[in-house]
């Protein structure tokens, strides 16, 4: 029986909430009404005092950007001063901010790309280019002298301008040329 009941009561309970928000819906568009007619009166004034805050915000506007300075009195124009510095500085925190993080972001994408370039295979070398032995760099590509001496030899680039200067009794021929003189 006490289940009957406690049902009973849970029951009447939802009933009589539903009986209150009905009653407080009714209520509330009476209200709602009521207060219609008397904002038709509230209108004017409402537009009145919108109007007012346009008016002071336009002016405020051409203060800011210099315009209509001259009715202003010392407290006011420190106080436009103030105003203006404030703004500034909220700006200069602004952007530092956006840089810092547009750094910080280019900073992570330059460091993807260094994984993504040391994680790819090397290419092949013939499509880079020509290559040279490790001691043959391009800097110290061997060119042959047109000095023609006891020895046949190839000298470093570095050392065919001072060849040039001074003559010399060693010959550098290239090595493809070396068949012809040994025979």
Known sequence: MA??????????????????????RHAHIGQLVEDGDESQ????????????????????????VGQD??????RELQSLEHQLDTAIKRIRTRK???MNESISDLQKKIKEKGKSVAERPQCVPETLGPTYPPELQPQQRLVPSLTLGENLQ???????????????TTTLIPPWMLHHFTR
């Open 3 to 24: 289940g009957a009941e406690a049902q009973g009561t849970i029951g009447q309970t939802a009933l009589m909430e539903n009986v209150l928000e009905r009653y407080e």
């Open 41 to 64: 009166g509230n209108w004017s004034l409402q537009c009145f005092k919108l109007t007012g805050k346009v008016e002071v915000l336009e002016r405020n506007l051409r203060n800011f």
């Open 69 to 74: 300075l001259d009715p202003l009195n010392l």
């Open 96 to 98: 530092n901010q956006v």
């Open 154 to 168: 190839a000298a470093p680039l570095e050392e065919v301008d001072e060849e040039r200067a001074v003559p010399s």
